[in-house]
């Protein structure tokens, strides 16, 4: 048993490292501002929605928004960081 449990620790391990060993830098943005787009799509569609129930939507629009918004953030902070990689 603690053979396999550290084989498996072993091997995840390895995997990692050979991941990180052979990840490349991202070059291009361009796939994180069409993502960031479309976010800010979905934004807008959601203010819509909410505007035509009448915002009542059991606080879930609310949240929405609020997960949208976050993600929006992220990602406009990735294609900086990518830019700056660059």
Do not use: P, Q
């Given at each position: 048993?603690?053979?396999?449990?550290?084989?498996?620790?072993?091997?995840?391990?390895?995997?990692?490292?050979?991941?990180?060993?052979?990840?490349?830098?991202?070059h291009?943005?361009?796939?994180?501002?069409?993502?960031?787009?479309?976010?800010?799509?979905?934004?807008?569609e959601?203010?819509?929605?909410?505007?035509?129930?009448?915002?009542?939507?059991?606080?879930?629009?609310?949240?929405?928004?609020?997960?949208?918004?976050?993600?929006?953030?992220?990602?406009?902070?990735?294609?900086?960081?990518a830019?700056?990689?660059?």
């Amino acid at each position: 048993m603690k053979k396999t449990l550290l084989a498996t620790i072993l091997s995840v391990c390895l995997s990692f490292a050979a991941g990180i060993a052979l990840a490349e830098k991202v070059h291009d943005w361009a796939d994180l501002e069409s993502a960031h787009n479309h976010v800010l799509e979905a934004i807008k569609e959601l203010d819509r929605a909410r505007a035509a129930n009448h915002y009542d939507m059991a606080g879930h629009g609310a949240k929405a928004e609020e997960h949208l918004r976050a993600a929006e953030r992220e990602l406009h902070e990735s294609i900086e960081a990518a830019k700056m990689a660059r």
